[in-house]
C-alpha cells in the first residue's frame, strides 16, 4: 500500500481519476456509504491500479540479511546439504 500512496502523489492525474470512481461507487463525505464486495467488484480502476503497482513494485520474496559476527549455520553444506556452513562477518544470507 506504502508504494501505492507513493505512486499516486507521483502521478496526481492517476489520483483524480481514482478519486472520481470511489467516490461515484459509495459517495463523498458525510453522505459516503462503507463500500459493498460488490462496489470493490465494480472498481476496475481502483484495482487496476493496485495490480500496476504490484507489477512494478512486487513484494518482496525473500530477505537478505548480513551476519553481524563470524557464525555458521548448522546445515547447508556438504554433498548431501546437511553439514555445517561456515559464514564470516557481513557474509549477506538470503532467506
Do not use: C
Not at 492525474?13 to 459516503?32: D, H, N, P
Not at 481502483?46 to 495490480?51: A, N, T
Not at 518482496?60 to 561456515?86: C, E, Q, W, Y
Amino acid at each position: 500500500m506504502a508504494w501505492t500512496f507513493y505512486e499516486l502523489a507521483r502521478n496526481p492525474e492517476t489520483l483524480v481519476e481514482l478519486r472520481r470512481e470511489i467516490a461515484s461507487a459509495v459517495g463523498v463525505g458525510a453522505e459516503a456509504r462503507e463500500p459493498t464486495y460488490k462496489d470493490l467488484k465494480s472498481m476496475k480502476f481502483v484495482s487496476h491500479v493496485l495490480s500496476e503497482t504490484l507489477r512494478l513494485l512486487p513484494n518482496t520474496p525473500f530477505n537478505i540479511r548480513a551476519a553481524p559476527k563470524h557464525t555458521s549455520l548448522p546445515r547447508g553444506g556438504g554433498p548431501d546439504d546437511n553439514d555445517p556452513v561456515g559464514l564470516r562477518a557481513g557474509t549477506q544470507v538470503i532467506f
